[in-house]
């Protein structure tokens, strides 16, 4: 009987035997010495999912930080949806392919990438990790990974450790503010422009009302000793703090006529607005709902990707996030359309449980299931995945 860190080895041995590990190593940081992948010590091997990374992750920070990453918004049913339906979706494997060797290499907006897989904007770094941005660009550097940091988490120190797109919440949407933030970009040596479209007004997010969260722990982290807990707020309050609520799509207009860098919009999920973004000359779009956090009720991602992907009508590359856990979700996707999927909670875990190790950890442990998985299902490329792939709920098989 095989243990399950013998297990992980040997899926990590799998995926070293593609021609996607013999590239990272060759292009990876490394120190004179030492070899790619790294060695982990055992605890960091503890974990053999992201599932698991989660629960590492849970045991070692505050309940505070925990309510605020791993939570939703009110009921949490879009939290809950975006898994749900990617376990819904069932896979039709082709077999009698020569899969001997597997290739999850991609181009995306000129930019060439290991695999499919991105590391998202995300909030609350800093709750779990002082300098938790750095960190998890430092890597995604190591991993070659794609890296969108959040407009909070921009340092200058971020410059050329990781290939990056620079995401934006914005505040009040003016034109001298997207022209100022595009020009920032491409001197900060970003390669492309994220803005965040779905973040109108602050969310009503019960878990940190019910913990009397203090936004301010965000940037300091939550105090070891008697945290200071705000007043309980209200529904109606939280709801009256605005975020973005004049972006329109002029705003696009304003940011791509200020620099040359692309352009991607996240929080897409009607049709109708992803031809907008193709009208109005975005260069990408990411199927988001912001992982349940903004309104509650919404469709899950890869329920609402379909239909984005046939509005642009292959015109832009069209992303996904929300609930990715698994290299079967990835191919799921993929299958529909998906150029390449992000994820945030589960690195984000990665950072709490072991900093940049773990980070590195969640990002290998993904890709080694995606190739694995492309083998299984006799897909050998990218390229190879398709519709067929995938069969949705009430379809025959």
């Known amino acids: 009987m095989i243990d399950r860190r013998q297990a992980l080895r040997s899926l990590l041995s799998f995926a070293a035997a593609s021609p996607l590990w013999p590239r ?10 030492t070899v790619y992948p790294p060695t982990y010590s055992d605890e960091v091997m503890g974990p053999v999912s992201l ?28 939290l809950r949806a975006n898994r749900e339906a990617l376990t819904r979706i069932q896979l039709r494997p082709r077999v009698m392919v020569d899969v001997s060797r597997i290739d999850p290499t991609l181009e995306l907006l000129g930019q060439k990438m290991e695999s499919p897989i991105i590391l998202a904007p995300t909030g609350g770094k800093e709750l779990v990790l002082p300098g938790g941005d750095r960190t998890a660009a430092q890597a995604a550097a190591a991993t ?13 120190e971020l ?4 290939p990056v797109w620079w995401q934006n919440t914005l505040g009040q949407a003016t034109k001298a503010a997207a022209q100022g933030f595009a020009r920032r970009s491409a001197d900060a040596g970003c390669s492309a422009i994220c803005v965040t479209v779905d973040n109108q007004y602050q969310s009503n997010r019960e878990r940190n009302n019910r913990n009397r969260f203090d936004y301010g722990y965000m940037q300091t982290g939550v105090p070891e000793e008697n945290p200071k807990r705000q007043p309980l707020s209200p529904a109606v309050a939280a709801m009256l703090q605005p975020h973005t609520p004049n972006l329109t799509w ?22 109708e607005d992803a031809r907008l973004a193709v009208a109005r000359g975005v260069d990408a779009v990411i199927v988001s709902n912001h992982g349940g956090r903004q309104l509650d009720s919404v469709l899950p991602t890869i329920e609402a990707l379909p239909s984005v992907v046939e509005a642009v009508e292959g015109k832009i590359p069209v992303l996904m996030d929300g ?20 994820i945030g909670r589960p690195y984000v875990w990665g950072l709490a449980a072991f900093g940049q190790a773990g980070v590195q950890r969640v990002v290998e442990l993904l890709r ?11 897909k050998p490329n990218l390229a190879a995945i398709d519709r067929s792939l995938v069969r949705l709920p009430g379809e025959k098989p």
């Open 250 to 271: 002029e705003y696009v207009d304003w940011v791509k006529g200020a620099g040359p860098l692309p352009v991607i919009l996240k929080g897409i999920l009607a049709a």
């Open 24 to 33: 990272l190593a060759a292009a990876a940081p490394q120190r004179k010495g």
């Open 159 to 162: 410059k050329g450790a990781a």
């Open 144 to 156: 070659r990974t794609l890296y969108v940091v959040a407009s909070a988490g921009w340092k200058q």
């Open 51 to 78: 599932h698991e990374m989660e629960e590492a992750a849970r045991k070692k920070i505050h309940q505070m930080a925990y309510d605020f990453i791993a939570g939703g918004v009110e009921d949490e049913l879009t």
């Open 323 to 342: 609930g990715i856990r698994r290299g079967t979700d990835i191919l799921k996707a993929l299958a529909l359309g998906a150029k390449a999927i992000l």
């Open 368 to 378: 080694a299931e995606l190739v694995v998985s492309m083998g299984l299902a006799g």
